[in-house]
């Protein structure tokens, strides 16, 4: 098994076709199909099977392609690494970049590096918060943008921003009102992003109250969208709300749903560079 067959691999497994495959890798069919059969026949296993739609994966493949992404993606880290080194100057940093954090990137404090270094680049990868973690732990990563709460272990973090929560409504009644208490709000149908279920779910029990969430997602932009189709009544953060929500934004009253944006990085050792991008913010 060898990094060529594994970008094989993952283009068939991307495209569904192998017509579709090899015309992105710029290589005629049958050596692709060659290079497929040889990797199935050194893990002794079918990888892809063929349905009326075209190529789908095994669950064998399935847990290959996880394997294959991290393995190529921590290759082209090394590649370019040992290039940075070998030439003696920086070329491209990665970033992950939360759903949330878009209000943070790209950053005007990058045009003053961009001055000291012209030949920097920017690899940007959007995840959510712990799919940027993910990355940050596999190296593929040099920093991150997450929002809190998050696992600290093994990090070291820089707050970028203090945010309270917005709620997001169409209803004109609510939107009357300089900010809605909790008692309010559980009043309402709630959209809320899932990652502060435990957060809400507290404060609520702690006031004695049961909240009825309509909707349940994985990025705060989701959870305005229905909240603007009239669903109910979206939880965001602030930085999120002032993007998206403008016209529809109402303050939560209740002073521990608090979130912040952190810039985080893995504890030990790290280049100027990235020293330099910490500095910055």
């Given at each position: ?11 068939v ?5 192998i017509?579709?495959?090899a015309k ?12 497929l ?28 392609q ?30 992950g ?7 943070e ?5 990058f ?18 918060t ?8 596999n ?62 779910n ?19 932009r ?17 930085s ?16 521990n749903?608090e ?23």
């Amino acid at each position: 098994m060898n990094l060529k067959q594994l970008r094989y691999f993952l283009a068939v497994a991307e495209e569904k076709q192998i017509t579709a495959a090899a015309k992105r890798l710029f290589i005629a069919q049958p050596p692709l199909s060659y290079q497929l059969k040889q990797l199935e026949k050194e893990l002794d296993v079918q990888l892809f099977v063929r349905t009326a739609h075209g190529i789908e994966l095994t669950d064998a493949g399935h847990e290959l392609q996880s394997y294959a992404e991290k393995i190529v993606g921590l290759a082209e880290t090394a590649k370019d690494q040992v290039k940075k080194t070998s030439q003696g100057e920086f070329g491209t940093i990665k970033i992950g970049s939360a759903s949330s954090s878009v209000g943070e990137l790209p950053s005007d404090k990058f045009k003053q590096l961009v001055r000291f270094y012209p030949n920097i680049s920017f690899d940007i990868y959007e995840e959510n918060t712990f799919g940027v973690l993910e990355k940050l732990a596999n190296n593929t990563i040099d920093l991150g943008i997450v929002r809190t709460p998050f696992n600290r272990r093994g990090l070291d973090s820089k707050t970028i921003t203090n945010e309270k929560m917005m709620a997001i409504t169409i209803n004109p009644v609510i939107l009357e009102q300089q900010e809605i208490t909790l008692n309010e709000l559980v009043k309402q149908p709630l959209i809320i992003y899932r990652r502060f279920e435990n957060i809400f779910n507290e404060s609520f029990a702690h006031q004695g109250l049961k909240p009825f969430y309509a909707v349940k997602c994985d990025d705060s932009r989701t959870a305005i969208l229905w909240a603007q189709k009239g669903m109910g009544v979206a939880l965001v953060p602030e930085s999120i709300a002032n993007l998206y929500a403008q016209d529809c934004k109402i303050p939560v009253k209740h002073v521990n749903w608090e979130t912040h944006l952190e810039l985080v990085w893995r504890k030990g050792q790290i280049s100027p560079l990235v020293k330099r991008i910490i500095n910055l913010f």
